[in-house]
């Protein structure tokens, strides 16, 4: 095992996040989702260490690669006038050995720290084996955090996606923190991390003024994955949604290529473009239409980089595809050049998108401009038409589906269900993910009740029985076929495991769990 020799002098600022988000899942962007599931009691957390959440590797204390979030934060203080050993990014089981008598703040990321974000609370909800590993692992870096500050004093302050989950009154007094920092931390973080440091006063919430493209500072260390952030902020309004209230911001081309160059030069040769919407880039019209010159260019400059192994991009829009298949054309094409993910033998790009209801009516009502420059009415046919288009060129997606926006009455939900079956009838290879609709903090339904799977509609949990008996049957071959199911014994592992899960647990579980339980162990024993 590694010795950590503490750093001396301590550095001033100690940057870390939750170990599920200090890690790069053996390359897995997909398996980064699955830290939102609920953590199995009878699962030890070293064996998830092991097997799911690996540590990315770290060099004389500090790790090499690190998520976007906080390299951006450590290059915002370097400009602001920080020394760069001033800071260290660390893993969380590392925070002991990083924390000295020099350190004055630790500054904590967390996308989901209480797990009430879309995937966490869906399915520990679903799962019911216990709280998500998300929560266990932010309040287990909490621990070590305030271990340090009883020691050495130094403050602690928390930001990041999920910073307003600790606001919420299931959390206040939870933990003891300096500073909540809610929104973008470009603009105004340095100033409150410089005062938090130099013992002034700051108010324990601070709002994050938006950033201008001259506040945001170009990486100075590499990313996970080679996560590079291509734009910021959506514009199209969904209500659900939280980067709808950001403005949209496209990074310069020059700064772009800047991170992936420096990456590349610390050995990160994949890229990972972070954006909202792949075909927004450089898109300035009004109804979305997407501009070609511009994600023509940036593919062009990238693919033209040497050295570069994989290109993934983040999110993509369905009806931009439709508005323009000849670019999506393109660009599918290079995505799946550069895919390091394969289905049933083929090479294939991968790309996660909003189908969210087959209701043209809730739509309209909560996501209109989603599906811009076409009309709501149009939702459904351009769902398959353009799922159909991407799958043409080897390009599958992974799609989020809503299940209880407010208003959703059981005829939506019967759209919604007549979608997926329609997904279904074409063959597609789409990977479906319903998830129940959570009042993200940050979005403009944030007032709407929280629901559990106990509050869905008989119709609601069809949407997620047929989604999964969808997914199980088309990416379940694969899956078992990996190196950890491979062998007969680990698949009659898995087999065994899953049936006694069922009769111990699920099969006296309340009727919504029990029904989706009965619909997935039957669409398993078929490819397990
Ligand atoms: S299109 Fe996507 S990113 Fe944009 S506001 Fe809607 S859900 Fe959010």
Not at 249 to 274: F, K, S, Y
Not at 303 to 322: D, F, M, P, Y
Not at 511 to 517: D, L
Request: overall charge neutral; aromatic content about 8%.
């Amino acid at each position: 095992m590694r010795e950590w020799v503490m750093r001396k002098p301590s550095p001033l600022v100690v940057l870390t996040g939750p170990s599920t988000e200090m890690s790069d899942y053996e390359g897995s962007h997909i398996m980064a989702f699955a830290a939102g599931f609920s953590k199995p009691w009878f699962m030890p957390r070293f064996y998830l260490k092991k097997t799911f959440f690996k540590p990315v590797t770290s060099n004389s204390l500090e790790v090499e690669v690190a998520p976007l979030g906080l390299r951006k934060l450590e290059a915002d203080l370097v400009k602001s006038g920080f020394k760069r050993e001033d800071i260290a990014v660390v893993h969380p089981d590392n925070l002991k050995n990083a924390v000295g008598p020099e350190t004055k703040l630790i500054g904590i990321s967390s996308k989901d720290p209480l797990g009430l974000g879309y995937v966490s609370l869906t399915y520990s909800s679903v799962l019911n084996l216990g709280e998500p590993i998300n929560k266990a692992e932010f309040r287990r870096l909490m621990k070590d955090a305030q271990k340090a500050r009883q020691k050495f004093g130094a403050k602690i302050a928390v930001g990041g996606a999920g910073s307003w989950q600790l606001l919420r009154p299931e959390a206040v007094g939870s933990f003891n923190i300096d500073c909540i920092f809610m929104g973008e931390g470009d603009a105004t973080g340095p100033d409150v991390i410089r005062k938090l440091v130099e013992g002034e006063d700051t108010p324990r919430t601070v709002e994050g003024k938006q950033a201008s493209l001259d506040d945001i500072s170009p990486i100075i260390r590499p990313t996970i994955y080679g996560a590079v952030e291509i734009s910021r902020g959506c514009g199209r309004g969904c209500a659900f949604c939280s980067p709808t209230m950001q403005r949209r911001r496209v990074m310069p081309l020059e700064t772009i290529m800047h991170e992936v160059e420096l990456n590349a030069n610390h050995g990160q040769n994949d890229v990972l473009l972070v954006t909202e919407d792949i075909f927004m880039y450089g898109c300035n019209s009004s109804n979305f239409t997407p501009n070609s010159d511009a994600v023509d260019g940036l593919f062009k400059t990238l693919t033209a980089q040497e050295g570069l192994k994989s290109i993934q991009v983040t999110h993509a829009n369905l009806a931009a595809i439709r508005a323009d298949k000849a670019l999506a054309s393109r660009v599918g094409r290079v995505l799946r050049e550069r895919s390091e993910y394969r289905l049933a033998g083929k090479q294939v790009a991968t790309v996660e998108v909003g189908i969210e209801t087959g209701s043209p009516k809730l739509f309209k009502k909560h996501m209109s401009g989603k599906c811009k420059p076409f009309e709501p009415e149009e939702w459904p046919s351009i769902v398959l038409s353009s799922l159909s288009f991407m799958e043409e060129q080897d390009w599958v997606a992974l799609a989020t589906i809503l299940v209880g926006l407010p208003g959703e009455t059981d005829e939506d939900a019967k759209q919604t269900a007549k979608l997926i079956e329609n997904i279904e009838d074409q063959s597609l290879n789409t990977f479906l993910v319903p998830l129940i609709f959570v009042p993200l903090g940050t979005c403009g339904l944030r007032e709407a009740a929280l629901k559990s799977v106990t509050d869905l509609s008989e119709t609601q949990a069809e949407v997620f029985a047929l989604a999964w008996e969808h997914n199980i049957k088309i990416w379940g071959p694969d899956f078992f076929n990996s190196p950890a199911y491979k062998s007969y014994w680990a698949r009659l592992g898995f087999k065994a495991a899953s049936r006694i899960l069922y009769h111990l647990k699920y099969k006296r579980s309340d009727k919504w769990r029990r029904t989706i339980a009965d619909r997935t162990i039957k669409a398993l024993e078929k490819v397990v």
